[in-house]
DNA sequence: TATATAAGTTAGGCGTATCTAACAAATTAA
DNA sequence: TTAATTTGTTAGATACGCCTAACTTATATA
């Protein structure tokens, strides 16, 4: 069994790793807020029980095992998520910190019922899809609002960087997923939107609002 | 804040004190399956933040603040207990640990649904009084069944020593908090009481079992 | 290519929560 | 009331996860 400290490094791992496979120490010290020599040992423990690859002065990347550990710890994760927001009716910006909680609780009963009472959701509440019972996940294949053209007509699919402010920012718009933008114009000096979500008829979305919106094309 | 072990540590104090108010470093030792030395250096610590009376091979008592802490924490065990049973329908002889976990999540908001959604319940699915917001238990004036007498007729209202095999033996014989007891004969010898519970004509009831049924008069 | 900078590692220390072994106080029994 | 037993305490060690300071390797730049 490993410790909640393990459980969040490899799903840091996961997180980070996502693209190009492979994690330096640097970023996930970063990302854990976690100084460097103290990431550094966590490796190695993590590399002695088969969870990481790692050498010395070399990128770390996830083994088998450990990528199925953590896929299912997302999966606790997001579960988790949707439960909360579909289940208890709290806000999606306000799910991350405790899913960040209940993640970690033993109990294969407790996981199943949220699985079952929510008939075995595929995408958590912000988009992200859920990692099946083997820990795999796949990621369908979204793109940017900000790398669609005018005329474009598509659907928001799902949220990067789900900090509660930008969540808030979005709750503020009245903008969730599985509506319909159409794309309207687009400025091309700071590639500010103009688009037309749901039945309303237009506004404004930054860079740096669009860069963090995943749409399907419809 | 305290740290988990200090919220199990207060939690047990509160538990064992009940009944007579202080708790012996032994009591507490084998409460938490932790050695003696451990329990007395903790308590130690627990005095330094004014949680808990303590002197010298002296029993220890919470003092009003402990006891209010320890309340808050039996608050949020009781209500995710109900929660478990009533919103995620798991079986009252399987919440007990998993809401041993989820008691030391930090999220107001998270315990304000759960109350919220279960329309502010007083008691657990085991019968246990939920202590208020102020951390404030109250438990009404039950009976031992085995303290009933022969005619006696009561309602289930509660079971000590909620252990899950004690449940799984009331489920199998179907007996639920709210049905009503009549005691049709006791056996002097052992105490084996024979009873009618709810429509059923006859049964008999241990004293083992008797002694951990709380009921409540008609 | 030599060197400056960034990234990674090692060594040594700290706080928490745990343990065992040894000793002291309190309680029980002779 | 003395001795035996039980309970409580102190001392010293361990594992975990974290830190800073100092050093090493790798990468970038001049």
């Known amino acids: 069994m490993n410790s909640l400290t393990e459980e969040n490094y490899l799903k840091a791992l996961y997180n980070i790793g996502i693209d190009k496979g492979e994690v330096s120490v640097k970023e996930l010290s970063e990302n854990l807020g976690t100084k460097m020599p103290t990431v550094n040992s966590m490796i190695k423990k993590l590399a002695d029980k088969k969870l990481v690859h790692y050498e010395s002065y070399k990128p770390v990347t996830l083994t088998e095992k450990g990528k199925k550990e953590a896929g299912l710890i997302i999966r606790k994760h997001r579960l988790t998520e949707m439960f909360l927001v579909d289940k208890m009716n709290i806000g999606w910006e306000d ?124």
């Open 95 to 218: 799910v991350h910190d405790i899913a960040e909680q209940i993640e970690h609780i033993k109990s294969q009963i407790f996981f199943d019922k949220m699985d079952e009472l929510l008939d075995f959701p595929s995408v958590d509440p912000h988009g992200s899809p859920i990692p099946d019972k083997q820990g795999k996940m796949i990621w369908k294949e979204y793109n940017k609002l900000s790398d669609c053209k005018v005329g474009d007509t598509v659907k928001l699919a799902a949220v990067i960087n789900t900090s509660s402010d930008f969540l808030k920012y979005l709750n503020a718009r009245d903008m969730r997923l599985g509506m319909k933008i159409k794309i309207k114009g687009i400025e091309q000096f700071d590639k500010t939107m103009e688009v037309s979500v749901g039945k309303r008829p237009s506004e404004m979305l930054s860079n740096v609002v669009s860069e963090r919106l995943l749409v399907e094309n419809l």
